[in-house]
C-alpha cells in the first residue's frame, strides 16, 4: 500500500489497520451524526472499519496526530466482494452487535436496503470499486489532509488494477457537488439510499496523475457522499431556523418538507385540510388547521399568525397561492419573522396574465399574441379576424382552471360567456383572447434575491393532467437551455423580484417558445428540480434568513424524469372519459430513471393521504378532476 505521509505538524497518514477500527468508528460516529451506519452504534461500527481494514476487497488511510487518530478515509476495490467479505468471515460478529436493534422495522428495512445496495449500483453499471467515506477531526482540519486523501486513495486504486471509482454526494451538499464538476468528475446519474438522493459520479484513478490540483480550500466536511457508509443529509449550520410552510394538502408543500426535513430543520404544517398529505410525513414535526384561504382570507392570516407563535417557527414559507396576502400585509407578520416575499407592487404584475405579458414584450422576451374584451359586440367583431383555434383565460387563475380553448366563433361566444358567469367576473376583469400555440410546453424555476437571480432551473413537460399539454404536467425532465432561462430572468429582473417564481413558456408552430404566464409562488413540478441539484426549498430558506448563496446552477443535469402519480391518475380518468384510449393506455407505462412528486419509498404515508384526499375532492366535486373554490379565479 502507499507509503505513510509525514508533517512536521507530528501528523502522519499511515494505511488503515484493525487496532484503528475504534478509534475510526467513535470519529465516524461523532462526524457523521445524522447517518444510519452511526445509529447502529459504536459495536458495529468498529466491526465494520476491522473488517474493511482486514478485506481484500477494502482498504483505508487514517491521520494520527500525536499517535492517535484524527481523521480517515475508506475505499472499497469491489463493493460486492467486499460485502460478502463482512458477511462470510464477519457476520456472527455483527448480528450480535445488532441483535437488539434488528427488532426495530425500520432497522431492520435500512439494513435490508443496505445489503441490496451493491446490487442496485451494479445494475446501473457503475465501476465496484468506491470511495465510502471520509471523516476528519476539528482539530486536524486546514492542513491538506482531505487532498492527501483523495490523492492516495486514488493511487492505491489504481497501483491495484483499478481504472475507475465512483463517489457519491448527497444532491443537498452543494459546495461538494460543485467542487466535483469543476473538476470534470463525470455525473453519471443518481441514486437514493435511506431516503437519501446522491449524485454518482466516475472518476478515473489516474486522474491525479496530471498537472490537474484538487482546490478544495482545506475544508472538506466529514461528507463526501451518502453510500451505505456515509449518512447523515445536510452540511453542519450554525442557525437552524424552524420553518412554518402553508398548503400541506399539495406536493410543492411536501417537496419543501423532505428538502428542509432531511437537513434536520424543524418543519411545521398547516392547512385548512384534515388529511393534508404532508402533515403525515415523517419529517412534519407538527400541523396546525387553518381557515380555507379564498373562503375566509382575514381568517385564513390570522390563524397562521397565531400558528407562527405557537410553534415558535421564525421562517415562513407560503407554498401556493396564499404569497399575495403575506405579501400585501407582510408589516402585520409576528415580530421577527423572516421571509424572502416579492414586493406587493411587483406581485400584482406578476401573477396577472395580461400586465406580465405587457412586461415581458417590454424585455424582449417573445409573447403570444393576446387581446383585451370590452364587450360582447367587440368580442364578435374580434371573431371576425381571429386565427382558430383561440384560448380563452381569465386574469388570475391556476392549473387551467380558468382556461377554455374555442374551435370557432360560435363556441367563442359561449365558452366566453360561460367564463364570465361561472366565475362572477366584472367587466373589468373580462378574459383575455390569446393566441393558441401547438408547440412543446417547458418552464421556468428562478429563485431570486433583492432583484438578483440566485438559482434558475429548465424543465419540459411531457405529459400533463389535460389532453395536449394542457394544464399541470404530470411527467417532465430538465431542460438544457440558456437562452429561454435569459428571456425569463430578464422578465422578474425587471420586476426586481424577491423570492421564487415559475415562468411557463410553450412553443408556436415554428418552435420558438412565447411566456404564457408567470406563478409568483413555487410550483407543481418542484421536486423535479430537488432531485436534479438545485434545491429551491433549501435555497429559499437561506434567502429568507439572509443566508442567500451565490448563483447555484450545476453544469449538467442528470438524465432523470419526475412523475406526479397522483397527477397521472387524475389524467387517466380524464382521458377515459374523452374516450382517449390510446393516451390513456401511454399513462400507465413506466417510467426508467424516474423520481416522483409524491411518493418517496421511505416515507409512505404522505401518498397514502394524497390519495385519500384527492378521492375526497372528486366526489365532493361531482367527479371533477380539477375542482374550484370560490375566489381561485378571478
Known amino acids: 500500500m502507499t507509503d505513510p505521509v509525514q508533517n512536521n505538524d507530528d501528523i502522519k497518514i499511515v494505511p488503515l489497520s484493525p487496532e484503528h477500527a475504534r478509534a475510526v468508528a467513535e470519529l465516524h460516529i461523532s ?3 445524522t447517518g444510519f451506519i452511526s445509529s447502529l452504534g459504536v459495536e458495529f461500527v468498529t466491526a465494520l472499519y476491522e473488517a474493511i481494514a482486514k478485506s481484500n476487497y ?11 487518530v484524527a481523521g480517515f478515509a475508506a475505499f472499497a476495490t469491489h463493493l460486492t466482494g467486499l460485502y460478502k467479505s463482512v458477511i462470510f468471515k464477519h457476520g456472527p460478529r455483527f448480528i450480535f452487535s445488532l441483535a437488539r436493534k434488528i ?3 425500520g432497522t431492520a428495512k435500512k439494513v435490508l436496503e443496505t445489503l441490496f445496495y451493491p446490487a442496485r449500483v451494479k445494475n446501473m453499471n457503475l465501476p465496484e470499486a468506491e470511495f465510502l467515506s ?3 477531526s476539528e482539530q486536524a482540519r486546514r492542513k491538506g489532509l482531505a487532498t492527501d486523501f483523495i490523492k492516495m486513495g486514488f493511487a492505491e486504486a489504481a497501483n491495484r488494477g483499478i481504472e475507475k471509482l465512483k463517489i457519491l454526494a448527497a444532491v443537498d451538499i452543494l459546495p461538494i457537488n460543485k467542487l466535483y464538476e469543476k473538476l470534470g468528475f463525470e455525473l453519471v446519474g443518481r441514486i437514493e439510499n435511506h431516503g437519501i438522493i446522491s449524485n454518482v459520479y466516475v ?9 490537474t490540483q484538487l482546490k478544495t480550500e482545506n475544508t472538506v466536511k466529514p461528507n463526501l457522499g451518502q453510500s451505505p457508509f456515509i449518512a447523515g443529509s445536510r452540511s453542519e449550520t ?3 431556523y424552524s420553518v412554518l410552510v402553508t398548503y400541506g394538502w399539495c406536493r410543492t408543500t411536501y417537496a419543501v418538507v423532505l428538502s428542509l426535513g432531511r437537513r434536520g430543520i424543524d418543519v411545521h404544517v398547516c392547512d385548512a385540510s384534515s388529511t393534508a398529505m404532508s402533515r403525515y410525513s415523517r419529517h412534519c414535526k407538527s400541523f396546525t388547521k387553518v381557515p380555507d384561504l379564498f373562503t375566509e382570507p382575514g381568517n385564513y392570516f390570522e390563524a397562521i399568525c397565531k400558528a407562527l407563535e405557537k410553534t415558535g417557527a421564525k421562517v415562513l414559507l407560503p407554498a401556493h397561492e396564499d404569497v399575495g396576502i403575506f405579501c400585501r400585509r407582510a408589516k402585520e407578520l409576528p415580530k421577527g419573522v423572516l421571509t424572502a416575499l416579492p414586493p406587493w407592487d411587483s406581485y400584482r404584475i406578476a401573477e396577472d396574465k395580461s400586465h406580465v405579458l405587457d412586461i415581458a414584450s417590454r424585455v424582449g422576451c417573445p409573447t403570444p399574441l393576446t387581446l383585451s374584451v370590452h364587450s ?10 381571429l386565427v382558430w383555434p383561440v384560448v380563452l383565460k381569465t386574469h388570475i387563475g391556476n392549473s387551467a382552471k380558468g382556461v377554455r380553448i374555442a374551435k370557432n366563433s360560435n363556441e367563442l361566444l359561449t365558452k366566453y360567456k360561460d367564463l364570465v358567469k361561472t366565475f362572477h367576473l366584472q367587466n373589468d376583469r373580462w378574459p383575455l383572447l390569446q393566441e393558441f400555440l401547438p408547440g412543446e410546453a417547458a418552464g421556468v424555476c428562478v429563485l431570486y434575491n433583492n432583484g438578483k437571480c440566485v438559482a434558475n432551473f429548465a424543465e419540459q413537460y411531457l405529459r400533463c393532467k389535460e389532453p395536449g399539454l394542457f394544464g399541470t404536467s404530470t411527467l417532465r425532465v430538465p431542460l438544457d437551455n440558456p437562452k429561454l432561462i435569459s428571456q425569463a430572468t430578464a422578465v422578474m429582473d425587471k420586476l426586481k423580484w424577491h423570492g421564487v417564481a415559475h415562468l411557463d413558456f410553450v412553443a408556436d408552430k415554428y418552435g420558438e417558445f412565447k411566456l404564457i404566464e408567470v406563478n409568483p409562488r413555487l410550483w407543481g413540478a418542484l421536486a423535479l428540480s430537488v432531485f436534479s441539484g438545485v434545491d429551491f426549498p433549501y435555497l429559499w430558506y437561506l434567502t429568507a434568513t439572509g443566508n442567500a448563496p451565490n448563483e447555484q446552477i450545476p453544469s449538467k443535469y442528470p438524465a432523470i424524469k419526475c412523475r406526479w402519480i397522483a397527477g397521472d391518475y387524475l389524467a387517466f380518468i380524464e382521458l377515459v372519459k374523452r374516450r382517449m384510449f390510446k393516451e390513456a393506455a401511454g399513462v400507465l407505462v413506466p417510467q426508467r430513471n424516474c423520481y416522483h412528486d409524491d411518493f418517496v419509498l421511505t416515507d409512505p404515508l404522505p401518498f397514502m393521504f394524497e390519495i ?11 367527479g371533477s378532476t380539477n375542482p374550484v373554490v370560490e375566489g381561485m379565479v378571478r
Do not use: W
Open 238 to 240: 450554525e442557525n437552524l
Open 612 to 622: 385519500f384526499d384527492y378521492a375526497l375532492k372528486f366526489l365532493r366535486s361531482g
Open 58 to 68: 477494502g482498504y483505508g488511510f487514517v491521520v494520527l496526530k500525536h499517535g492517535k
Open 134 to 136: 471520509m471523516v476528519i
Open 103 to 105: 427488532l426495530s422495522l
Open 31 to 33: 462526524g457523521i451524526k
Open 376 to 385: 360582447y359586440s367587440h368580442l364578435e367583431e374580434l371573431s371576425r379576424s
Open 203 to 211: 472518476v478515473r484513478t489516474d486522474y491525479f496523475c496530471s498537472d
